[in-house]
């Protein structure tokens, strides 16, 4: 009778036991499945922080690239462009290699649009070719509208921003609602970001790109 009474508490025990050790790995299970989802979210928080950087680096070494063998500056491009083909000047974007042209799109009075090649060693024009599919993009209108009245054009812009470094690329962005001057320089082997005032010229840090 006592042995059976012993056997009876044992397994008693022994359930109870398990019962705690169950309810223990489930917590544990709970809590590895938010550990889990923190870690997850932590690398990919770490990952898209990478992947910016990556990007910043790859614009700075295209940068350094493209400025090595440009003498003449956005502003000049944008000058001899517009000489050459009158109308508005809506960009002017140096080659990643830097040796080939500084193209500078021009909009005509009649509303044609023309990509203007101009050697960046001499400045000279290389050529000019009309785009017959930007003629009727609506961005480009909205461009085109948002810079006609402005008192800073695009070689005034480029102007502005060259005391930030060399420039490599200026145009107009209006995507936020507020139309401005962008420009991107290269100094001291960094890329920098601006934006430039249509009304006044001033020259801030281009945040919406940080």
Do not use: C
């Amino acid at each position: 009778m006592k042995r059976n009474i012993v056997i009876a508490t044992l397994t008693a025990a022994a359930l109870a036991t398990g019962g705690t050790v169950a309810a223990f790995a489930a917590g544990d299970d709970d809590a590895t499945a938010t550990q889990r989802q923190t870690n997850t979210s932590a690398q990919q928080a770490a990952d898209r922080d990478d992947d910016a950087a990556d990007d910043r680096d790859d614009d700075t070494a295209d940068d350094r690239t493209a400025v090595s063998g440009a003498k003449v500056t956005a502003a000049e491009a944008i000058a001899a462009a517009l000489k050459h083909t009158p109308g508005t000047a809506l960009s002017a974007d140096l080659d990643d290699d830097g040796a080939d042209a500084r193209e500078v799109t021009v909009v005509k009075g009649d509303g044609t649009e023309y990509d203007v090649r101009v050697a960046p060693d001499s400045g000279k024009v290389l050529g000019a070719q009309r785009d017959t599919d930007d003629d009727n993009d609506a961005d480009d209108r909205a461009e085109l509208a948002a810079v006609k009245g402005a008192k800073t054009d695009a070689r005034e812009a480029a102007l502005a921003a060259a005391a930030k470094g060399t420039v490599t690329e200026v145009g107009v962005d209006d995507d936020n609602g507020t139309a401005a001057w962008t420009a991107d320089t290269v100094k001291g082997g960094k890329h920098g970001e601006w934006k430039v005032a249509l009304a006044s010229g001033k020259v801030t840090q281009d945040r919406d790109e940080d």
